[in-house]
Nanobody, 126 residues
Framework: VQLQASGGGLVQPGGSLRLSCAAS????????MGWFRQTPGEERVFVSA???????????DYADSVKGRFTISRDNAKNTVYLQMNSLKPEDTAVYYC?????????????????WGQGTLVTVSS
């Protein structure tokens, strides 16, 4: 049972990246999937989540939010969730983690997720 995140790297401000998170060992379509990010010395922060069929998506609504720039999607046939990140800013620099949760609701709360990927580093810099 694992999640494997990939797709991070170095990108210039204004650029784009697509993160992927491949799931294995469990029934992927039964779980809500989320993306969080973390910078050194800070707590893991919610970025986005997507419900089982992909029909409902949620984005962080804090200051300098990702909403409108990031898009979450999933392919249940490939057991993979994606995070398309556009118009990247230096403040988006972080390690990005994917995670799963069984129940809907409380998408912002990291403690509700019971399985985490290893993280992939995104660096936005010129």
């Amino acid at each position: 049972v694992q999640l494997q995140a990939s797709g991070g790297g170095l990108v210039q401000p204004g650029g784009s990246l697509r993160l992927s998170c491949a799931a294995s060992g469990f029934t992927f379509s039964n779980y809500v999937m989320g993306w969080f990010r973390q910078t050194p010395g800070e707590e893991r922060v919610f970025v986005s989540a997507i419900r089982w069929s992909g029909g409902s998506t949620y984005y962080a609504d804090y200051a300098d939010s990702v909403k409108g720039r990031f898009t979450i999607s999933r392919d249940n046939a490939k057991n993979t969730v994606y995070l398309q990140m556009n118009s990247l800013k230096p403040e988006d620099t972080a390690v990005y983690y994917c995670a799963r949760k069984y129940y809907s609701g409380n998408y912002y709360r990291a403690t509700d997720y019971d399985l985490w990927g290893q993280g992939t580093l995104v660096t936005v810099s010129s």
